[in-house]
């Protein structure tokens, strides 16, 4: 069966840094691209970046630019969303997803796979 787990959400303070995982299994995330995307109470799934499986490159929201870093681990099965420079506006529920395709796509429809969530609260 497809999964996605992801983890490493908890509480920072402003200026803080949270890494975090989303393991695979089931299925190999080398033929995968995978993206992260958040959601924050009262608003919808926003898009927060992407890793591609054809080259590796890599895409942002410009509001995560310079202070976080998507990458991939292929031997572990898991992509990484490292988050440095953490703002309250980051606060929200962080989730990993994958489709079968080798170009990074913003658009939450055309990620057949999904994690969970892992909650990312930032406060002082």
């Known amino acids: 069966q497809e999964q996605l787990v992801e983890s490493g959400g908890g509480l920072v303070q402003p200026g803080g840094s949270l890494r975090l995982s989303c393991v695979a299994s089931?299925?190999?995330?080398?033929?995968?691209?995978v993206a992260w995307f958040r959601q924050a109470p009262g608003k919808e799934r926003e898009w927060v970046s992407c890793?591609?499986?054809?080259?590796?490159?890599?895409n942002y929201r410009d509001s995560v630019k310079g202070r976080f870093t998507i990458s991939g681990d292929n031997a572990r099965n898991t992509v990484y969303l490292q988050m440095n420079s953490l703002k309250p506006e980051d606060t929200a529920i962080y989730y990993c997803?994958?489709?079968?395709?080798?170009?990074?796509?913003?658009?939450?429809?055309?990620?057949?796979?999904w994690g969970q969530g892992t909650q990312v609260t930032v406060s002082s």
């Open positions: 997803a994958a489709h079968l395709g080798n170009y990074c796509s913003g658009s939450y429809w055309e990620y057949a796979y």
């Open positions: 890793i591609s499986s054809s080259d590796g490159s890599t």
């Open positions: 089931g299925f190999t995330l080398d033929y995968y691209t």
